[in-house]
């Protein structure tokens, strides 16, 4: 099945975030096609590779920076979301000004219009949240 | 993309004190522009985000009451409100903001498109409807 999933918390404060995680990973190693994983809200903390958890805790980034890899799946950040809460890729930070930038590896900041998209090529829309 | 799909925004959370509110009107605001057949269901303190007369000039939050009412601009066809959320707080629909909607092709126009609907209706249109974006 083509999902798409929905991610509106973020990491460690809310396990949402890891319930996204766990349940995209699995639809991918049962065969599932996931088309996008849209961070919204705080949702887009996900995406900043500055996060640095405690050594026995899981790394909440890192995991979806790998399983981007494995699976080529895209992680879009919301953008309007994203400017609010300071994270930051090349092209925003020239756009705005910006002296720094945030994001992690296999992330890409794009317009709530990836989110209807995949809400519209998916079979299903999983949203985790609160 | 011409596949139309059903979408329902699902919003459940009070208009300020959290972000939610806004952010999901941001998403139907943008979505507008891929000519989906959309609706609003609003439950639980969610039915506060369209009490009239909200005044947030206090607060320095942005008031966005007025938006919800150019939602008939922007493809929104339905805006229900769940009737046992807003007895639960002591509101009638008279309490709520009107939402006009015309079709500009058809030219047919609908003065009100809020709509009280009840637990049974809520169910069924939720499970009538393909996406369900919920905030």
């Known amino acids: 099945m083509k999902l798409a999933v929905q ?24 065969g599932h096609e996931v088309f996008r994983v ?14 640095t958890p405690p050594q026995d805790d899981r790394n909440i980034v890192n995991r ?7 699976y080529d799946l895209d992680l879009v950040l919301c953008v309007a979301a994203a400017q609010r809460r300071g994270l930051v890729d090349e092209g925003e930070a020239q756009r705005n000004g910006k002296d720094a930038t945030n994001i992690a590896p296999r992330f890409r900041i794009s317009g709530l219009g990836q989110l209807v ?12 949240g609160d | 993309m011409s596949d139309i799909k059903k979408f329902m925004y699902l919003n459940r959370r009070a208009p300020y004190g959290t972000i939610y509110a806004w952010e999901s009107l941001e998403v139907v605001l943008i979505g507008a522009a891929f000519d989906q057949e959309v609706s609003l269901m609003f439950m639980d303190d969610g039915v506060f985000q369209l009490v009239k007369g909200s005044d947030t ?3 320095d939050m942005k008031n ?8 008939g ?8 409100v769940d009737k046992a959320s807003l007895e639960a707080r002591g509101l009638t629909s008279d309490d709520l903001i009107e939402v006009a909607w015309e079709d500009f092709e058809t030219e047919e126009e609908v003065d009100n498109i809020v709509e009280p609907v009840d637990a049974d209706q809520v169910a069924q249109l939720m499970a009538e409807s393909e996406v369900v974006f919920s905030f």
């Open chain 1, 117 to 128: 998209e995949a809400a519209i090529q998916a079979e299903r829309l999983i949203v985790f």
């Open chain 2, 64 to 71: 966005f009451l007025p938006t919800y009412r150019t939602l």
């Open chain 1, 38 to 51: 849209f961070f919204y809200h705080d949702g887009v903390l996900n995406g900043t590779r500055l996060t």
């Open chain 1, 7 to 30: 991610v509106n918390e973020g990491p460690y404060q809310h396990q949402a975030t890891d319930s996204a995680y766990h349940f995209t990973k699995a639809a991918l190693e049962k």
């Open chain 2, 57 to 59: 000039s206090a607060s």
């Open chain 2, 73 to 80: 601009d922007y493809g929104v066809r339905h805006m229900y």
């Open chain 1, 64 to 70: 979806w920076v790998e399983l981007a890899e494995k």
